[in-house]
């Protein structure tokens, strides 16, 4: 049943609180060094011919040196507009204020497909983005649906509402087993092996992909983020919307962010088969009482 959204959105937001001091020093130095090497499977995913483009945050002191790299392959970067910095994921980007720190939103791709990328940027062509940066058919139709004609700004509920493998269902709760190559629950964190966000938490196309994105980080010598992230996307997890304010709980740690705003509260609990040696112990979902699984 889809949400029963209000008729507001909050501004934008992430905060995040970790399950103990000995899980954010290992773990934060873990997702950022994912980050890292994602940013750098995406762009190599364009320069091996897997997507047309990747559209990426990029700082001005990072423009220059990038634009050299990639021009010894034939890839060139154009900027598309100023963002506020200090941002990983986000539902909406925010322009950056006049004099305050920034980050240039960069589509990066060879010439054409650059070209075809900015107009369909300044068209609001998200169709067109969609089919340049890779999106599997189902996940492009799913997002220009939900996204873009229903405007969503969370599509956690939706791919819940779309996925198979669902243990129980009700009208506020899903409870479901997610392919971890399809889990973006801990996005605004970092992790996760595609860069859509796909129809649903078991759809096979985003399986293919990312088995290819997989491939490029293992060739480029990331195995040890590609362990972490594997790891990380089979924990358990709990998502929770109320008046807007979208609560995601892992086992290292619980993080808040802006969803559709909604009266009612919906959960979708995502079973897994990891569980951290640094994830908080407790006796409720998604938590466990022991360090071992």
């Known amino acids: 049943m889809p949400l029963a959204r209000l008729g507001f959105h909050l501004p934008d937001f992430t905060r995040i609180v970790w399950s103990s001091p000995r899980a954010r020093s290992i773990w934060q130095t873990r997702f950022k060094r994912m980050r890292v090497a994602w940013t750098r499977v995406e762009r190599l995913a364009v320069i091996q011919g897997i997507q047309s483009i990747s559209m990426q945050m990029i700082s001005a002191l990072d423009l220059g040196p990038l634009e050299d790299e990639l021009g010894r392959s034939g890839i060139c970067a154009a900027t598309l507009q100023k963002c506020?910095?200090?941002?990983?994921?986000?539902?909406?980007?925010?322009?950056?204020?006049?004099?305050?720190?920034?980050?240039?939103?960069?589509?990066?791709?060879?010439?054409?497909?650059?070209?075809?990328?900015?107009?369909?940027?300044?068209?609001?062509?998200?169709?067109?983005?969609?089919?340049?940066?890779?999106?599997?058919?189902?996940?492009?139709?799913?997002?220009?649906?939900?996204?873009?004609?229903q405007r969503y700004i969370d599509l956690t509920w939706p791919m819940a509402e779309n996925t198979g493998s669902v243990f129980s269902r009700d009208e506020y709760r899903i409870d479901l087993q997610c392919v971890p190559a399809c889990n973006v629950m801990l996005r605004w964190l970092s992790p996760r092996m595609v860069f859509h966000l796909p129809c649903r938490f078991d759809c096979p196309a985003t399986v293919a992909q990312a088995s290819l994105f997989a491939d490029i980080a293992h060739a480029a010598g990331f195995d040890e983020e590609l362990a972490w992230l594997e790891d990380a996307l089979r924990w358990p997890l709990e998502w929770s919307a109320l008046h807007g304010i979208a609560e995601i709980k892992s086992p290292v740690a619980r993080f808040s962010t802006r969803t559709d705003a909604t009266a009612p509260r919906y959960v979708v609990r995502v079973s897994g088969d990891r569980y951290p040696e640094e994830g908080a112990k407790a006796g409720m979902f998604p938590y466990h009482l022991s360090s071992r699984c």
């Open 84 to 149: 506020a910095s200090g941002q990983t994921f986000t539902s909406t980007m925010r322009v950056a204020a006049e004099g305050s720190p920034f980050l240039y939103w960069t589509a990066i791709g060879r010439p054409d497909a650059v070209s075809a990328a900015k107009a369909a940027f300044e068209a609001n062509d998200q169709e067109t983005i969609c089919r340049l940066r890779g999106y599997p058919d189902c996940c492009a139709r799913f997002y220009q649906e939900h996204w873009v004609n």
